[in-house]
């Protein structure tokens, strides 16, 4: 697949971009996301600066990306030792 030349409209200005056809539509898809969450913001506190606006976003958004990494691991830790477990077991009943 290619690449297409595409523009991403965040915050009411547009951003001109190269990607490969398979991530146009995630992209677009974030875009609209982001001018969401823009908006909300606005709406619910009333900022107006695009700038705090987009720190508001940014920092949701490493908040949610750390809550998710956590849960990740938390949830391996949790498989390795169900892994550990099943590995026991079958171990168990070669002897």
């Known amino acids: 697949m290619g690449e297409l030349s595409i523009k991403i409209r965040i915050a009411?200005?547009?951003y001109p971009m190269r990607v490969k056809e398979e991530e146009e539509e995630r992209l677009r898809v974030v875009g609209k996301l982001l001018n969401e969450r823009l908006r909300f913001y606005k709406d619910?506190?009333?900022?107006?600066?695009?700038?705090?606006?987009?720190?508001?976003?940014?920092?949701?958004?490493?908040?949610e990306k750390l809550k998710m990494e956590e849960e990740k691991s938390a949830h391996l830790a949790k498989v390795g030792q169900q892994l550990n477990v099943l590995d026991e077991l079958l171990s168990s009943t070669n002897k």
């Open 12 to 14: 009411e200005r547009e």
């Open 44 to 63: 619910q506190f009333g900022i107006q600066d695009k700038q705090d606006l987009l720190a508001m976003v940014a920092f949701e958004t490493m908040v």
